[in-house]
């Protein structure tokens, strides 16, 4: 490698020299002496690159290494000759057992108390910048590696940015999920929640009913018991991660990042070498920044809703699940009013047959009883102070908290309490019933986001008996019609049946007044004007109030047609007609 000047030979001959070297040194020791390997450094040192041996020179004249300003024997610097050595060897990884292994000097050296001196010096080496620690491996620097680390570590990189990464490992990365899946009916329901590190959102906008904060050493809010019980009462869940080896990786790894951005090691002759170099270091305090933060949070402390959360599960992901789990059983405690789910095949199903036992009031089990009941009052509600309810607003109560209901279940309920007669449309201000809209458009009505807003509900008053009879006793003295129905919508469809007939009589009728003049024609006009404004009518409530208010005139309206409908349908008219025709003959006489 490039450590090597130009006079060091190549190959076995180079190697033996160093051993015999070293060996020399040691002849007059006592038996069960070894050969340290930084002694190797020794042997080559006049043929090493400036770069490399002006580090160890150096390190001989820092009093913090060297505080007692010896010639040679300084531990601290036998440790920094020893990762020179190995700096280029790949297959020996610069750890601390390892490295403490190349340092026993005698076969009876006390291993436990040498890794301790071994740690000891390479504190103090990396203080001095002169070496470097990437996780749990050490490197040795060259000059031009010290002078590039010494602007790395004066690049500033401000606590917002930091947090922001943090959140990034642990959002996209550690747990990536965006949404919790609540098991019942195999996933149906998915709820996003709020992403936060200490006192930073991960995304801008988050409005969810649940959140996961994780707040790490450096967070300044208060860390205690009490304080972190109060503290998921209001995010919905806490977790409290003892993270102090990460955030070191971290920072290390942005400054790299900040540094190499600014490309102002450009004046550096292998800037190259050391830009692809720190490249490599930036992935590797990525990923140990990863895995120092995965092991804290697999022994953080969870906290949900005010509790400090027991979780046996050891997995990140595991955990943060069964914690948000338990969230969700607490926030979104009407969930469970969703007994039957239903699809578009149910609502469709629903809106041909009426719902069967589905549907709300009839006899036995009835599908999602108190998920149709919270709907009716909140609809009700709002109709009681004169207000309308648009399907938007009936979706932004109950796809929140306390409910966190689908899209398709809405749907069906909404469907439900309409089908069942409970609900009134209107469309652009025009009333929707099975009478003037077909069961596709009702559907596509509930269904369509472009009608969200349009489609308003309200509760449907029910129609008092007292209109219902007056409805009845109008058919019946009217159209001659008994058995009407006793659903409100099918009998305003069965009133307009006949009344469209009978206006139909009434036109043909009036043909005839344009060539005589027939009695009873102001009856005729009466009755047109009565019909055609009970068949402009849509909204069942108005038409049999109209009804009730008319009655008198539709009572009177079926006495003075009748002998009128006698009149046209017998020889009376004929008669007429002769008589008028004779009586014109006799005037133009």
């Known amino acids: 490698h490039s450590a090597s000047g130009k006079h060091l030979s190549e190959g076995e001959r180079s190697m033996l020299a160093m051993f015999k070297e070293s060996a020399e040194r040691l002849k007059t020791q006592e038996t069960g002496v070894l050969v340290p390997f930084h002694m190797f450094y020794d042997a080559m040192e006049n043929f090493l690159d400036h770069s490399h041996k002006g580090v160890i020179i150096r390190a001989y004249d820092n009093s913090c290494i060297n505080p007692e300003r010896k010639d040679g024997g300084v531990f601290a610097i036998n440790v920094l000759k020893t990762l020179f050595l190995i700096k280029y060897v790949t297959e020996i990884e610069a750890n601390t057992d390892n490295i403490t292994s190349l340092m026993i000097d005698r076969l009876d050296t006390d291993r436990l108390e040498l890794k301790g001196r071994v740690e000891e010096a390479l504190k103090v080496l990396t203080r001095q910048m002169l070496v470097q620690k990437n996780g749990g491996i050490y490197v040795f620097l060259t000059d031009e590696e010290q002078e590039i680390n010494r602007e790395i570590e004066r690049q500033e990189v401000d606590s917002g940015t930091v947090l922001q990464k943090a959140a990034e490992l642990i959002f996209e ?125 697999k022994e953080a402390a969870i906290y949900v809703n005010g509790d400090i959360a027991r979780i046996s599960v050891k997995e990140v992901a595991g955990r943060f699940n069964e914690a948000l789990g338990r969230l969700v059983q607490t926030v979104y405690h009407k969930l469970p009013y969703i007994d039957t789910p239903m699809d578009d095949a149910g609502l469709r199903e629903l809106m041909r047959t009426g719902g069967g036992r589905l549907a709300l009031g009839t006899d036995g089990p009835v599908a999602n009883i108190h998920a149709l009941e919270d709907v009716l009052d909140f609809i009700s509600r709002n109709s009681r102070v004169h207000m309308k309810t648009s399907m938007k607003s009936v979706k932004d109560r109950f796809m929140r908290a306390p409910y966190g209901f689908v899209d398709d279940d809405i749907h069906w309920l909404v469907a439900c309490l309409f089908k069942r007669g409970v609900l009134t449309f209107t469309v652009n201000g025009a009333g929707v019933t099975p009478l003037n809209s077909s069961q596709e458009e009702i559907i596509g009505f509930i269904t369509k986001k472009a009608f969200a807003e349009k489609l308003l509900m309200e509760e449907r008053t029910r129609v008092p008996e007292g209109d219902k009879k007056a409805v009845r006793e109008v058919m019946k003295e009217l159209f001659h019609a008994g058995g ?106």
């Open 173 to 297: 990365d550690i747990f990536p999920d965006r949404k919790y899946r609540h098991p019942a009916f195999n996933g149906r329901y998915a709820f996003a929640y709020n992403q936060a590190v200490d006192d930073q959102p991960y995304k801008a906008v988050q409005s969810h009913d649940i959140g996961l904060r994780v707040l790490t050493s450096r967070y300044d809010g208060g860390l205690d018991d009490s304080a972190l019980r109060i503290k998921s009462g209001q995010d919905r869940e806490v977790v409290l991660a003892n993270d102090g080896a990460f955030w070191g990786e971290l920072q290390t790894y942005l400054k790299i990042e900040k540094y190499l951005q600014q490309g102002a090691a450009a004046r550096t002759v292998k800037y190259e070498d050391i830009k692809d170099a720190k490249r490599k270091e930036m992935r590797t305090r990525s990923e140990n920044a990863k895995l120092y933060l995965t092991g804290a949070l």
């Open 484 to 589: 009407a129905p006793e659903d409100e919508d099918a009998q305003m469809q069965e009133f307009q049946r006949h009344g469209r007939r009978l206006l139909s009589e009434f036109e043909g009728l009036e043909q005839g007044y344009q060539s005589c003049p027939y009695p009873g024609r102001k009856t005729l006009e009466r009755g047109r004007q009565l019909l055609r404004e009970v068949e402009a009518l849509q909204q069942p409530l108005e038409f049999f109030q109209t009804i009730a208010r008319r009655r008198d005139d539709f009572l009177d309206l079926a006495e003075d047609y009748e002998p009128l409908d006698a009149f046209f349908r017998g020889e009376q008219r004929e008669i007429f007609r002769r008589a008028v025709d004779m009586l014109n003959i006799y005037e133009d006489s």
